[in-house]
């Protein structure tokens, strides 16, 4: 079974750029689809993008086209979400998730089975 743990949240000023990044446990990380989410207070959790097991495919909700990429490193067992031109409204614990169906819908939330922990970012205005 595959474990997901987040790192590089932290406080940044609007405009600024951060880069998250989701290290995985277990030899099997290079199968799985992986995904990168966000809940602010009060909110549902989001889809902020996906990507296929071998990084040929991506997804990027609307809100973030153009200033978020993601991207994996099957060596490393990691994916990262790079994050430039923040916003206020980017604000939330961002989770990072797996899938290890191959057809699975990277865009969706309800496709992906394991979950990180969480990492808060604060973009202030």
């Known amino acids: 079974q595959v474990q997901l743990v987040e790192s590089g949240g932290g406080l940044v000023q609007a405009g600024g750029s951060l880069r998250l990044s989701c290290t995985a446990s277990?030899?099997?990380?290079?199968?799985?689809?992986m995904g990168w989410f966000r809940q602010a207070p009060g909110k549902e959790r989001e889809v902020v993008a996906g990507?296929?097991?071998?990084?040929?495919?991506?997804y990027y909700a609307d809100s973030v086209k153009g200033r978020f990429t993601i991207s994996r490193d099957n060596a490393k067992n990691t994916v990262y979400l790079q994050m430039n031109s923040l916003k206020a409204e980017d604000t939330a614990v961002y989770y990072c998730?797996?899938?290890?169906?191959?057809?699975?819908?990277?865009?969706?939330?309800?496709?992906?089975?394991?979950w990180g922990q969480g990492t808060q970012v604060t973009v202030s205005s």
């Open positions: 990507i296929r097991w071998n990084g040929g495919s991506t």
């Open positions: 277990g030899r099997t990380f290079s199968t799985y689809a």
């Open positions: 998730a797996a899938v290890s169906r191959p057809l699975a819908p990277i865009g969706s939330k309800y496709a992906y089975d394991i």
